[in-house]
């Protein structure tokens, strides 16, 4: 099944501890990115990769980290968690660009 | 940087009438324009989208049409049901030289209520 899965689902940490969120896909899609969901502000995306070692920044890149070692992983690390990093956070593939993006179930994480 | 302004950001309708949402983006180089939808508890998902070299386009109840000159486009939705109720989102991306970027900007979401 084609699928999209990032991990944990839920997450609840405290401020400054390192955590790293997890997304694999298995539809060998060039394309990966991070969004943060967040009430009234939609989805913003955080990073994006166009393939294997080549990232570039989203619209809100500040307080993440991304790699992309191989082509069906793109993790996200927040190096220093703070409480406005608090939000539901989506992984996505695609095959292009421009084309449909899979989303992930999507990771609820709480910074307290 | 780009933005895209989505509007309005609830909308209630009853089952059957139409609902309209509306976007415009804010550089003139946007070419790709997706809405996705998002039902409640779920990830979104890819609805219907158009490139710049078109129109309009439908898909059997939806539809969406794009301005290019005034940098707006729109989703239409007819003779809605209760299962469209939803949080709807447009997006505007840009190619960046021969290759596609993955930029994808969204806008803030329309919270869509069909009444039975």
């Known amino acids: 099944e084609a699928q999209v899965t990032q991990n944990p689902r839920y997450l609840i940490t405290v401020t400054g501890k390192k955590l790293t969120v997890t997304c694999s896909q298995n539809m060998n899609h060039e394309y990966m990115s991070w969004y943060r969901q967040d009430p009234g502000l939609g989805l913003r995306q955080i990073y994006y990769?166009?393939?294997?070692?080549?990232?570039d920044k989203g619209d809100v890149p500040e307080g993440y980290k991304v790699s992309r070692k191989e082509k069906r992983n793109f993790p996200l690390i927040l190096e220093s968690p703070s409480p406005n990093q608090t939000s539901l956070y989506f992984c996505?593939?695609?095959?292009?660009?421009?084309?449909?993006?899979?989303f992930g179930p999507g990771t609820r994480l709480t910074v307290t | 940087g780009e933005n895209v302004e989505q509007h309005p950001s609830t909308l209630s309708v009853q089952e059957g009438d139409s609902a309209v949402i509306k976007c415009t983006y804010s550089d003139s180089a946007s070419n790709y324009f997706p809405w996705y939808k998002q039902e409640l508890g779920k990830r979104p998902q890819l609805i219907i989208d158009?490139?710049?070299?078109?129109g309009e386009k439908k898909d059997q109840r939806i539809a969406v049409t794009l301005n290019k000159t005034a940098k707006h486009f729109s989703l239409h939705i007819t003779e809605t049901q209760p299962e469209d109720s939803a949080v709807y989102f447009c997006?505007?991306?840009?190619?960046?030289?021969?290759?596609?970027?993955?930029?994808?900007?969204f806008g803030q979401g329309t919270t869509l209520q069909v009444k039975p």
């Open positions: 158009i490139r710049s070299n078109v």
């Open positions: 996505a593939s695609s095959s292009s660009g421009q084309g449909e993006q899979y």
């Open positions: 997006a505007a991306s840009k190619a960046r030289g021969s290759g596609n970027t993955g930029k994808l900007i």
């Open positions: 990769s166009m393939n294997v070692e080549v990232t």
